[in-house]
């Protein structure tokens, strides 16, 4: 099997395509990760996310830094990880934020049901609104793997 680092076009590429993430954010030394639904903007190199209010929002709240891991895996040979550090913004419905909103809200709305996972209903841990937001990348890295399938 050969590994081998992605170009960073090769990494935004991948995430051109993928929308699904996990997305590890930390408090008092705690970590925690989850998975997230995403949009990437190549125009502003971030990621758009949708949630509900809860641990994820107040945590990134008091700790904008967070690690994004993005994965496309065919099989256990055949995979590609990106890792993505960066910083949470919440955008708002302000005057000021209504360009960088409608954006995300374009991007949203290339695929289907982009509202779910973040707008399905809450559990009683959680607050009803929702909150839009981006990660503003600062550095990412990617490796795949690959191995002949003629060996295999």
Known sequence: M?????????????LSRVTLARLACARGGQPYIVPISFA?????????G????????????GNPSVCVEVEDVEDRFHWT????????EEISDSPADRAIRQRALDLFEQRTEWWLP???????REHPDVVMYRIQITSMTGRRAARDRAGE
């Open 50 to 61: 949708f949630s509900s209010i809860g641990r994820k929002v107040e945590w990134m709240r």
């Open 40 to 48: 990437f903007d190549a125009e502003s190199d971030c990621l758009f």
């Open 81 to 88: 990880t990106l890792v993505i550090f960066g910083f949470y």
């Open 118 to 124: 973040g707008a399905a209903r809450v559990g009683p």
């Open 2 to 14: 050969l590994i081998h680092e992605l170009t960073a076009a090769e990494c935004r590429q991948i």
